[in-house]
């Protein structure tokens, strides 16, 4: 039953996908791509997702501290802790453009991430690299003056990975086919509310270019 019910939650971003580049009677308005160039040629733009608003669903199981709360159900089908998210996907001026799903597990080298974007009008992208401890939320802010099991406002940021690089661009559809790059995940929280919820945002930005 648990395995059926993992399986689906899997899947529906999977169908998701599929239906936004095989269903032609769907006409998806196409927003302008709000990008810039890099000295190098490459090619620049922010994705945003806004907590807890878009935070379509979540599952998973095993130690994650505040980024497991809220979760739909405990699936402890494996000994490592995972976690699944499926949220809205935004541009940088706040329109929603989309949908991504956020795979983060613990691995014997350390703790990984892996994005999926699906832009019904432009295509996809999948993304892989750094994931973030699972203290890492609880230590930014702890420092920023948050206390344990009480509400908090205020301004904690922290980006995943080094030097302006969480991960790479492992693959695209249609608009973004044939591109590589990386990327960069950065949090910023503003608050914890009364049910647990983190407030606050997490930007993408990725960088590609065409592969030779």
């Given at each position: 039953m648990?395995?059926?019910?993992?399986?689906?939650?899997?899947?529906?971003?999977a169908t998701a996908l599929a239906a936004a580049h095989f269903a032609p009677?769907?006409?998806?308005?196409?927003?302008?791509?709000?990008t810039s160039v890099v000295p190098n040629g490459g090619r620049a733009?922010?994705?945003?997702?806004?907590?807890p608003a878009d935070r379509i669903a979540a599952n998973g199981a095993g130690v994650l501290g505040l980024r497991g709360a809220q979760l739909t159900g405990d699936l402890?089908?494996?000994?490592?802790?995972?976690?699944?998210?499926?949220?809205?996907?935004?541009?940088?001026?706040?329109n929603v453009i989309g949908v991504a799903a956020r795979h983060w597990t613990e691995r014997p080298g350390g703790p990984t991430a892996?994005?999926?974007?699906?832009?019904?009008?432009?295509?996809?992208?999948?993304?892989?690299?750094?994931?973030?401890?699972?203290?890492a939320v609880e230590g930014v802010l702890g420092r920023a003056g948050y206390a344990?099991?009480?509400?908090?406002?205020?301004r904690a940021e922290f980006a995943l990975g080094e030097d302006d690089v969480s991960g790479a661009i492992v693959a695209g559809g249609r608009e973004f086919g044939g591109l590589s790059g990386h990327y960069l995940e950065t949090w910023t929280l503003t608050g914890r509310d009364t049910n647990g919820a983190l407030r606050g945002t997490i930007e993408l930005t990725t960088v590609t270019y065409k592969s030779p």
């Open positions: 648990k395995a059926t019910f993992v399986l689906g939650f899997l899947l529906s971003f009677w769907v006409s998806h308005p196409r927003l302008a791509s709000l733009e922010r994705f945003v997702i806004r907590l402890s089908l494996t000994a490592a802790p995972w976690l699944a998210e499926q949220f809205k996907l935004r541009d940088v001026e706040g892996s994005w999926a974007l699906a832009i019904p009008s432009r295509g996809s992208i999948f993304m892989g690299g750094a994931g973030e401890d699972p203290a344990p099991d009480t509400v908090w406002s205020g």
